[in-house]
């Protein structure tokens, strides 16, 4: 347990000195408050559900951000480190394997719960300072919204680190991780749309389209932030689905968990056995 | 006699290439050992197979009484690893590079500083890594691996980049770490690069092990001539043979030099006779065989009997 603070206290401590924990907090509280005051604009004042548009708004931007920053840190970790030659070093210290990659999934993963807990709380944050007036169920739709997006981080960070312990070398690594990117959050819906499209309702089964949506995490996490508070599907336009739904949100979030977990798992095996 | 390394018939092969053939050999307490041979000759794969970092394809290893890929990690704690090419994360300062392998193993975060006062870091200690020189990375790898009182060293070719101040220095610091009673492996891909501090050598190639030995011991083994030049006075280059005997291998190298082979057993009676009154010998040189020479006859002998 102390091997996995130390090594994950180390990748926070880097992660502070190479600006990635600035960036990407400016990054998702820059983007987060735009959202907020330029994206009710339009729509003018909305009184009293203020932060369940906020809410709509940002969990389709941590769709798009938060699987490619996730992808971003964790495509590198194993390999890079094996191609700069610092592993080989790292681990002729009495430190375990597997201690070291969980080590680094905790470091990584604090600096990305850092940063959307930041970004995302300032833009709450600053709706509250500006007077509009929120209510207890948005606050726990919001708070919910944070810790979703930070289990649909952590699963891309695990997948990250399969990618990373499976390839020989670093860029192929960047090229997986931006395919997989590409997939999951724009192909894989638009797949999806196209299939029913072509079904017309005929052969697919709700069953098998639920599995489908549980098989790709973004959709998992989008049911469950769209879908989970009344309020909330209101304002997405999922209030019609929100009540066909099959996939309740624990049964989502148990997804969510297994796509960090899974990943993390063959992660640590692959690596294991891997010769250096 | 147990050493803190014991390597039994170990075989490493990675797919159809045998890196290691069926090497064994143990390294005692409080001595230095200097492990050599060519790229590729199996020095890196041999410390990886100590550190536990690869298994064995068969055979034994035991390191300060632990096999080192059970996942025993008392041992390693007492172990010190300088890699071929060192290399840390650049973002983080010395100190804090320095901080971390020390927490790993356990070492009171006092301990930093003074191991950087060693290798003569501390005016460097709070700048990034980054921006440290090749000798400086050197340096502060040869920390890392002096962290906790290590019992083992293994040094992977530790003194290519180090200026040759450094390299006094490092040595010096070997020899105390050896004095207290460490084994340090030092590996190297030259037998002159070790300016005879190991006071035992291992000669690999290919995998194999060719040579174990004291320097001394190899030199009677590989019984190299001893090379004599005779700076030769008036017309004794004339007749060589009527004043110096009867000698094996001799050569004119110029209008007054002459350069003779001897053999370990002939060594002196050569020089008698050169030394001889009468003879016509103005100078002379004895020049032993160099580390190089010694090193390229073992290889020589192995590749012959293949």
């Known amino acids: 347990m102390r091997n996995i603070l130390i090594v994950a206290r180390k990748e926070i401590q880097e992660g502070l000195r190479n600006r990635w924990v600035l960036a990407t907090t400016l990054l998702l509280a820059g983007l987060a408050l735009s959202l907020t005051f330029l994206g009710s604009a339009p729509t003018g004042t909305v009184g009293v559900r203020a932060l369940d548009v906020v809410i709509v708004s940002l969990s389709s931007l941590t769709i798009f951000l938060v699987p490619l920053i996730a992808l971003l840190i964790s495509h590198d970790a194993i390999v890079g480190e094996m191609e700069r030659g610092t592993m080989l070093l790292l681990l002729s210290y009495p430190v375990a394997r597997w201690q070291v990659l969980l080590g680094k999934f905790v470091g990584h993963l604090s600096i990305l719960a850092f940063a959307t807990l930041l970004g995302y709380g300032a833009a709450a944050g600053a709706l509250a300072v500006t007077g509009a007036e929120i209510d207890a169920q948005s606050w726990t739709a919001f708070g919910s919204m944070i810790g979703s997006s930070i289990l649909l981080g952590a699963a891309f960070i695990a997948v990250g680190y399969l990618v990373s312990a499976l390839v020989r070398e670093r860029g192929t690594a960047g090229g997986i991780a931006i395919g997989i990117w590409l997939l999951f959050v724009l192909i894989y819906d638009m797949a999806l749309l196209g299939l029913l499209v072509v079904d017309q309702g005929q052969t697919l089964s709700g069953g098998f389209l639920n599995a489908l949506l549980l098989l790709n995490p973004a959709d998992a996490y989008r049911l469950f932030n769209l879908t989970g508070s009344a309020g909330v599907s209101a304002f997405s336009g999922m209030a019609g689905v929100a009540q066909n739904a099959t996939l309740n949100p624990s049964v989502l979030l148990a997804a969510l968990a297994a796509w960090a977990l899974v990943p993390l798992g063959l992660a640590t095996l692959a690596f294991s056995r891997r010769e250096l | ?306």
């Open chain 2, 1 to 306: 006699m147990t050493g803190t390394v014991e390597i039994r018939d170990v075989v490493k092969r990675f797919g159809k290439v045998e890196a290691v053939r069926d090497v064994s050999f143990s390294l005692p307490e409080g001595e230095t050992v200097a492990l050599v041979g060519h790229n590729g000759a199996g020095k890196t794969t041999l410390m990886k197979l100590m550190l536990g970092l690869i298994k064995p394809t068969s055979g034994s290893i035991s390191v300060l009484g632990d096999d080192p890929v059970a996942g025993q990690f008392e041992a390693r704690r007492r172990l010190g690893y300088l890699p071929e090419n060192v290399s840390f994360n650049a973002a983080l300062t010395g100190s804090e590079t320095l901080a971390f392998y020390a927490r790993l193993k356990r070492e009171p975060a006092k301990s930093v500083a003074p191991l950087l006062d060693r290798v003569g870091l501390t005016h460097a200690a709070g700048r990034r890594v980054g921006t440290y020189s090749k000798g400086m990375r050197q340096r502060l790898g040869l920390a890392q691996a002096l962290l906790g009182e290590p019992r083992v060293l293994l040094l992977d070719e530790p003194t290519t980049g180090l200026d040759p101040a450094l390299r006094q220095s490092f040595y010096e610091i070997v020899e105390e770490l050896r004095g207290r009673g460490a084994t340090v492996l030092l590996s190297s891909h030259a037998l002159t690069e070790l300016e005879e501090r190991a006071g035992r050598v291992i000669i690999m190639n290919r995998g194999i092990k060719v040579a174990d030995g004291t320097l001394d011991e190899l030199r009677r083994i590989a019984r190299l001539p001893t090379r004599i030049r005779l700076k030769v006075t008036g017309t004794g280059l004339a007749n060589v043979p009527n004043w110096l005997g009867p000698v094996d291998g001799w050569r004119r190298i110029n209008g007054q030099m002459v350069e003779i082979d001897a053999a370990p057993d002939r060594k002196i009676e050569v020089l008698r006779r050169a030394t001889d009154e009468g003879a016509p010998v103005e100078d002379l040189d004895v020049i032993p065989p160099t580390l190089d020479e010694l090193y390229a006859h073992f290889l020589l002998t192995q590749e012959a009997a293949r």
